[in-house]
């Protein structure tokens, strides 16, 4: 028997707090207008953590929607992965603290940093475990606390970002026609330096004379970043559906990483991708790393923008380097 990985359930969820771009110009030399027209950004969501906010807490709220709209209890879950860079502990895992609050109890689980790539991996290892027959039902989640890693004095950087969780839930099929066709991930460790945390790993942990906090938070060449970002998820979207024996204009539907608005263009214009083809939240959210796909899939979702039967590319780019696409038919 040949088994595939159908789509049955997405959620997402967020902090409650919403910072708006003027209140940057309170600690940065920035603006709202700069922010708007260089990046697209208008408001990003910010964890709370003096509440008890986390990523370990949205990326539950966010399971919860995804096994709401799937119509199955936890218990029915064999795997949890979460794709994430800002797990609330090294140990438990973040997958852990899901499965233990959702009462997943059949469920392995563990997490996996692949930065904004995070949920495309996530997915694709899912999808192997599925199609060997290992797993019948995983919860593939990407969920980001990116506030927590932010240098808050650095203006090319702290106005990017934001906090969110998205999940999805897939289960085996042996229908090909509505499954996940394909997965392409990617990784160039030589470019790691252009998008990094230098410092709070092992290699300098916090209680070394050289650690400064001001390293242990994102360092980023936005201008190297935004070209590779472009190649890489245009390229990696082409040879996907290659592939398959596909052009873009076969696909019903894109699901760009969201970083820039800019970047999204700019894919949009190579791969010929109307707007109406898109999901375009970034405004609203800012980049949530790992969570952005998996929000723009649940959003899309939800709001009728995908629907049964279509075909849809979902590509990321993110730092370390990684970058990933997959085609799913829903
Ligand atoms: N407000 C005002 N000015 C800012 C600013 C801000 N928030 N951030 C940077 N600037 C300034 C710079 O200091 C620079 O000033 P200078 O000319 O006096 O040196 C000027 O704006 C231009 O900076 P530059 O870096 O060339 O801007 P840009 O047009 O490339 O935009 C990014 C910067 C970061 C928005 C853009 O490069 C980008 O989006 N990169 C990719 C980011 C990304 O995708 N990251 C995640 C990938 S997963």
């Known amino acids: 028997m040949t088994y595939f990985s159908k789509l049955i359930g997405t959620g997402s969820a967020f902090p409650e707090k919403i910072m708006t771009n003027a209140e940057f110009e309170a600690f940065v030399e920035t603006s709202d207008e700069w922010i708007r027209t260089r990046t697209g950004i208008q408001t990003r969501r910010i964890a709370n953590l003096q509440k008890g906010e986390s990523t370990s807490t949205i990326a539950i709220a966010a399971s919860r929607k995804a ?3 799937a119509g199955i209890s936890a218990d029915k879950l064999d795997l949890i992965v979460v794709g994430t860079v800002t797990a609330d502990s090294v140990m438990p895992t973040t ?3 899901v499965q233990a609050a959702l009462g997943a109890t059949r469920a392995f689980s563990f997490d996996l940093q692949a930065a904004c790539s995070g949920f495309l991996y996530g997915l694709s290892i899912a999808d192997q475990f599925i199609r060997t027959g290992a797993v ?3 919860l593939v989640i990407g969920a980001e606390t990116l506030s927590t890693l932010v240098n808050w004095q650095d203006r090319g950087t702290c106005v990017l970002f934001g906090d969110a969780a998205g999940a999805a839930i897939i289960t085996r099929t042996t229908d090909p026609k509505h499954s996940i066709l394909g997965t392409r991930l990617y990784s160039d460790g030589t470019k790691g330096d252009i998008l990094k ?6 290699k300098i942990p916090h209680y070394l004379p050289e650690y400064q906090h001001k390293n242990h938070t994102i360092h980023m060449q936005g201008q190297e970043v935004f070209k590779l970002a472009v190649r890489s998820m245009i390229d990696s979207s082409l040879a996907l559906l290659s592939e398959h024996d596909l052009t873009p204009s ?4 894109f699901l760009f990483h969201q970083a820039n608005v800019r970047i999204l263009e700019m894919c949009m214009k190579s791969l010929g991708v109307p707007r109406e083809k898109t999901w375009i939240n970034l405004d609203k959210y800012g980049n949530t790393s790992a969570a952005t796909l998996p929000v723009c899939l649940d959003e899309a979702m939800r ?7 279509n075909k849809v590319l979902l590509t990321t780019f993110g730092g370390g380097v990684t970058w990933a696409s997959g085609l799913i038919q829903i």
Do not use: K, R
């Open 136 to 138: 019948e039902t995983a």
């Open 95 to 97: 997958g852990n603290l």
């Open 197 to 202: 945390i230098p410092h709070g790993g092992s």
């Open 303 to 309: 709001q009728g923008a995908i629907e049964t039967g």
């Open 67 to 69: 096994l709401e709209m």
């Open 250 to 253: 076969d696909v019903d539907f």
